[in-house]
Structure formats: structure tokens, C-alpha cells
């Protein structure tokens, strides 16, 4: 592409700009029922892309999944307001998850506090219930866990990076056909 065509683009859209969640549309029209062919097209094709990968690639995939996960997470992410509460963070995350995958906290029937702190940082657990992913893999009819469901660790973790500034990591408890237990972990 021509230098000035590149030059007129960026002169059109701006960096700068931060979006709060209630400032982004939750509708989208046409309604999204009329994409849902082309949806399941398209994770069959994730699917079977990372499917490759991980054949290709052997354990090295889960690597790769995960830190394409976590740069999307971050760019997506830079746009929302910051937060230093993991709370507060973990309800931005929820919107800018809203109609991917849908969370929420859990913990031990024995505890009293969703977040605990210790030693070694913060975390609080969360369950996945509706997820694109777990739904591809089972499109697929692919196990849970690996290189994919990597992506989706990547992606949280770099989101919840980005919104709050603190290194994270998150950890597969559980995978399960309707919900997957997860443990996020902050420093």
C-alpha cells in the first residue's frame, strides 16, 4: 500500500482515545442471530486451526495460544478505564467478556472471602460458564485444556494486566462440560 494511503489512515483514527464500559454498545445490528451460520463457521475453522497447531507445534502450542491470547487481552483492554481493585477489575473484565465468555467468583463453601491474599499475591477463583471456546472444542469434539483454552487464559490475564497494572497469571483448576474452574492469580 502507498506510504500516503497509510499516512491518510492514521490521520483518521485515534489512539488516544479511552472508552468506558457503558459506552460501548451491547446491541449489535443486524442482530447477531443472523450471523450465526458464519459464527459456526468460524469456530470450526479456530478449531481446526489450532488443532493443526498443536499437531505441528506438540506442547510448544499451549506457549504460543497463550501469548496470542494475552496481546489481544492487552490491546483490547488499553481502551478501559483502569482499575486498581481486583473486583472493580474483574467487573470491567466481565463487560468487555460480555456475550464471549460470562464469570464469576466462587469460593470454598469453608471461606469467608472471595479474594484472598497472601505471601504469594492475590487471587480469587473464577467460573467460566458460557464459552465460546469449550463450545468450539466440543463443535470439534476436541478434550478441554490445551493450546485453545490457552488462548482464553492469555486473553483474561492480558485484559486483567492491562486494567489494573499488576502482573497475572491464570491457572486451569477444573474443565467441565458446562463450567470450568479457574484460578487468577495477581502480583
Known sequence: MPAS????????FRTDLVFKTEDVPLRCDPPAA???VTLHGLMQMNGYIIKSLEEIAGRGANAVTYRAGKKFGHEVAKYFEKKEDVEEALRELSYILHGQYSFEPWKPGDKDDYIVKDESGTFIYLVFHDCIVRQTLRRIGEEQGGPFCQTLCGYVVGAVEEITGK????EIIHTGPN???KKLILK
Open 5 to 12: 494511503y497509510i499516512d491518510e489512515a492514521k490521520k483518521q
Open 34 to 36: 443472523e450471523f450465526e
Open 167 to 170: 502482573r497475572g497469571k491464570l
Open 179 to 181: 463450567a470450568c474452574l
